[in-house]
């Protein structure tokens, strides 16, 4: 059995970030299959727990064992709203706890909501680099919904249904191992980089 980690970070209740967050989920898991178990952490219970742990260094209360079913998770669904063209602080802060090195190789798809579609950009721009640096496996598709998207837009063609089913699938297929992402280096090509100087080497010979 699968286990899914889906982390939102909305600070209102209800919440369209926690909505896409678990459109998110029920898409991955109808690829996966039914027996998934999924585990739902809302960033704006641990806040307080949050601030804490970047004190002291420890996490503390139930930010631990949110911590821990994240870090133990087959794959991981992450949604934020959009604050000043890229994620929220309360997002970010709750990676920047993390051991380093825990989501590496990690299969991860990502989310976004904001007011308008001219924050869409902050997904690539701000949250799939601080995946990449975190060395987790993304899935290709990155859904942002903004506020028309959740009217009959969301329906047509392209939509924000067909764009949600998209990426759960390919999440599902990294995590089961069915694929779903390009490989960075293909297994034909990977002899073309076996030749390549690391830049440290360069530099250490000068």
Known sequence: MSTLAVVSA??????ST?????????????????????????????AHDL???????FPAGELRGAVERV?????????????NASYSGLFKTFFDVLEPGSLEGKPVLIGATGGTARHSLALEFAVRPMFAYLRSLMAPTAVFAATEDWGAAGEAAGGLVERVERA???LAGLIDGRGG????????????????????????GN
């Open 10 to 15: 909305g600070l209102r209740e209800p919440s």
């Open 18 to 46: 926690r909505l896409l967050a678990d459109r998110l989920a029920a898409a991955t898991v109808r690829s996966l299959g039914e027996e998934t178990e999924v585990v739902h952490v809302a960033l704006r219970d641990h």
């Open 51 to 57: 601030t804490n742990n970047l004190l002291t260094g």
């Open 71 to 83: 870090v133990g998770a087959d794959g991981l669904i992450a949604v934020t709203p959009v604050f």
């Open 168 to 170: 759960g699938a390919e």
């Open 181 to 204: 992402a390009s490989d960075a280096v293909s297994d034909a090509g990977a002899d073309r980089y076996d030749n390549v100087i690391p830049f440290e080497q360069l530099l250490a």
